[in-house]
């Protein structure tokens, strides 16, 4: 007996090097369990066993709660249910019966999380998997860069080498910025003006985004600074940006944001330094045909 647990145990380490997640892995501890049980006398096969029986006879994909089965006992994944309401193997009416026997045992299952080739090793239980998912730090970022609609993902080395190339943002290095916006027309406040630039200080990356906007029916324009990682790290820094001219000056000191938030939801929710139009061409000098602003900037750890 003890032998077979081993065999069993062995073939459980080795399913859990794949990375495919849909492979429930058994509890490692939990030896009393009816599942347990049943895989262990069926010995080295008894994983496939439980996958196979976890297969939905329609579609190619494991069956996760609900589970539904039709009057004869046919069972199938919630989404074949969603599409059909008659059993596609004996073409009776499914009705809604679930069945509880099988999600017992999708229940007593641990599985590796979807980001386990991007380096999360955790397992979970079916129900705490999906909730982990939502937050697991490995989940890839999604690009920063605001403007168009870019549906690339990945994570942070990666994002930063997609802004230079692919979007041909500028990179800076140091915790200390002076940055020069130049913009003709600044009368022409369109929600698609907008710029952004990456610094490189204590070997993290911060995005600074500037752009015009209307905030209600005033034009105005907004700075702030955004974190490459996760949310926890973020609220390890403070900034602050200041924009001067004339004896005058306007000084903003925040916490940058996670790019996990996206940039629309940090600028709605106004949390940087917003400079009126008319402010804007005040510290531009000139006759107001062109903005010119200095943005000096700072980061430090808090
Ligand atoms: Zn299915
Ligand atoms: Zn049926
Ligand atoms: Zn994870
Ligand atoms: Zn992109």
């Known amino acids: 007996m003890a032998r077979v647990g081993a065999a069993c145990k062995e073939a459980i380490e ?17 030896s009393s369990t009816p599942v347990k049980n049943s895989i262990t006398q069926c ?28 009057p004869n006992g046919h069972t199938l994944c919630a989404n074949c249910k969603r599409s059909s309401n008659c059993c596609p193997t004996c073409r009776s009416d499914i009705g809604n019966i679930r069945c509880l026997a099988l999600e017992k045992v999708v229940e007593s299952l641990e599985f590796p999380c979807r980001y386990q080739s991007l380096g999360c090793h955790d397992l979970f239980p079916y129900y705490g998997k ?13 690009c920063p860069y605001a403007s168009s609609e870019c549906s690339v993902t990945g994570d942070i080395p990666f994002l930063v080498a997609h802004l230079k190339e692919d979007h041909s943002v500028d990179m800076h290095d140091g915790c200390t910025f002076n940055h020069r916006y130049v913009k003709s027309n600044p009368h022409e406040v369109e929600n698609a003006t907008w710029m952004l630039t ?16 209307l ?43 996670s790019i996990r938030e996206s940039h629309r939801k940090v600028r709605d929710s106004q949390d940087g330094l917003i400079v009126p139009r008319s402010l804007a061409l005040y510290f531009s000098g000139g006759d107001g045909n062109e903005l010119k602003l200095r943005i000096t900037g700072r980061i430090w750890k808090v």
């Open 14 to 30: 080795s399913h859990s090097k794949f990375a495919n997640y849909e492979i429930p892995v058994m509890k490692a501890e939990n």
């Open 43 to 70: 010995g080295k096969d008894g994983i496939n066993g439980v996958h196979e029986l976890l297969q939905c006879s329609t579609c190619p994909d494991s069956m996760y709660p609900p589970i539904h089965q039709c």
């Open 130 to 142: 999906l909730k982990h998912e939502k937050y697991c730090s490995f989940r890839p970022y999604n």
């Open 198 to 213: 990456v610094f490189n200080c204590f070997k993290r990356q911060f995005c600074l985004h500037f752009e015009a906007f």
């Open 215 to 257: 905030l209600g029916t005033a034009p105005v324009y907004m700075a702030f600074l955004r974190f490459m990682g996760e949310d926890r790290e973020a609220k390890k820094f403070n900034y602050t940006l200041e924009i001067s001219g004339f004896g005058r000056k306007l000084i903003w000191q925040g916490i940058p944001r």
